[in-house]
């Protein structure tokens, strides 16, 4: 099958989103799905088309939203399609933001300590964006009929990463340098450990353990995702309690 050229609306490329680089790393951190930098769309009639529009792939895994101004000024709108403005703050970067500040802080760690990486390295579209990917391309057909249309991976039930995806997640481990693996998320857990990883426990939440990853025996950290352990949107209020009880012992265990 041909390979499709998926697009943003207003025309930016979906590209692979790149994982935050570190040599001799202390961690390696893995997350599930890469996100998208996210504007707020004003309709030509100056109402509010979309409070949150993906218009590009993030730069970095787990961006914690910085420069997106400067991201989406330099997006062009055609005349007739309204105007972009940067999207409110909880829109880009959440994600980047809880996870130095409420999972690594507490384990002494900084960005810097972290390759940062995810499961799936690319956007899918969410429920709430395919609406409006909707709306824009009904516009889009109107006003310049000739302009390429968007077109983004709509996110299945189930992502099985690919054999290449998971040969590039060794290759990224391997080049860290890390001795402790950081896993957010049930999703990682399979392509790390294989159909029988076993799943979050809130009752042995966060204790280390000694696993086999790629080969090589590691020490392992199993997480929520941040949007769980920083109540980002829908979450559920038993994984983030469970995550800051360990956040509050991991503290205590660094200071001590």
Not at 60 to 68: I, K, Q
Not at 102 to 111: E, S, V
Not at 132 to 149: D, F, G, I, N, Q
Not at 221 to 234: I, N, Y
Request: glycine share 8%; proline share 8%.
């Amino acid at each position: 099958m041909p390979k499709l050229d998926y697009r943003f609306p207003f025309g930016q490329p979906l590209e692979v989103t790149p994982p935050q680089e570190a040599r001799n790393a202390k961690a390696f951190v893995l997350g599930v799905y890469a996100s998208a930098v996210h504007a707020r769309w004003i309709g030509p009639d100056g109402k509010e088309a979309c409070k949150a529009l993906a218009v590009a792939s993030e730069p970095y895994s787990f961006w914690d939203g910085s420069d997106a101004a400067d991201i989406i000024s330099k997006i062009r709108v055609p005349d007739g399609m309204g105007r972009l403005e940067p999207a409110a703050r909880k829109f880009n970067g959440p994600s980047g933001e809880t996870l130095r500040e409420k999972y690594l802080a507490p384990l002494g760690l900084q960005l810097r300590d972290c390759w940062i990486t995810d499961l799936h390295d690319r956007y899918y579209l969410s429920p709430g964006n395919a609406a409006a990917l909707k709306r824009y391309e009904t516009l889009r057909c109107k006003v310049r009929p000739s302009m390429k249309p968007a077109l983004l991976p709509e996110r299945p039930l189930k992502v099985v990463p690919e054999a290449d995806r998971i040969q590039r997640l060794r290759d990224e481990l391997e080049r860290s340098g890390a001795s402790l693996v950081i896993t957010l998320g049930n999703e990682p857990l399979p392509a790390l450990f294989g159909a029988r990883a076993r799943k979050l426990s809130r009752e042995a939440y966060g204790e280390p353990e000694e696993l086999e990853v790629f080969g090589k025996r590691m020490t392992v950290l199993k997480l929520c995702h941040p949007r769980q352990g920083g109540a980002l949107g829908s979450s559920s209020a038993a994984w983030t309690d469970a995550h800051a009880s360990w956040a509050h012992r991991a503290r205590r265990r660094a200071v001590i």
